[in-house]
């Protein structure tokens, strides 16, 4: 009698162990945030122009910060750039991935704004260039969270690999915001809701 207790309650830890080891691979692939993205037209990016098609966009695997962010190629061997981010908020979390875009003036492409991840309240909206973001604010009436147009080649560049003391880097690059009406302010005193 003792042994089928002890069958039991080991065949009841297996499956355990075997719930959790899957819980924990489901959680490995969310921990990116991978997203594929299809956009019928061209799209902008810190920095650049992406043509109408498809393109993967990830959060670097730092433990340091989950504010910079990668898009890739669809079949992610070509990487477009590495980009700064700051945590947009929304009081109920999507059901779906969710990307905003700017407005812009007729013809010019739309440019991204914020990327959202299902289940997640907090999403990235991109930092641009001083000068980029400025003429975003003014189009959208609303602040665009810029850093200085000199760090932003050195920041959105491409790189096979982010290392931890790169990730770091881009932690390090100042941070505002550009207003509507031109006027810079700190990146919180804007965003603060």
Not at 98 to 124: C, L, M, Q, S, T
Not at 139 to 165: I, L
């Amino acid at each position: 009698m003792k042994r089928t207790y002890l069958k039991a309650a080991v065949f009841c830890l297996g499956i355990v162990a075997g719930a959790a080891l899957m819980a924990v691979r489901a959680n490995a692939d969310e921990w990116n945030q991978k997203t594929v993205f299809t956009f019928s037209g061209p799209v902008e990016i810190p920095g650049q122009v992406l043509d109408g098609g498809t393109y993967v966009f990830k959060v670097v695997d730092s433990d340091s910060d989950r504010n910079v962010v990668q898009v890739f190629s669809e079949d992610e061997n070509h990487l477009y750039g590495t980009f700064l981010t700051v945590p947009d908020y929304r009081l109920q979390p999507p059901g779906k991935t969710i990307i905003n875009f700017e407005e812009r003036a007729a013809g010019d492409p739309e440019a991204v704004k914020a990327w959202f991840y299902p289940g997640d309240n907090y999403g990235h909206d991109f930092v641009y260039p001083k000068a980029k973001a400025a003429a975003l604010a003014k189009a959208n009436h609303q602040p665009v969270a810029s850093m200085p147009d000199e760090m932003a080649g050195k920041t959105t560049r491409p790189a096979k690999s982010m290392s931890e003391s790169s990730v770091t880097a881009l932690k390090r690059t100042p941070l505002n915001a550009q207003k509507p009406t031109g006027e810079e302010v700190g990146v919180t005193e804007a965003f603060t809701r």
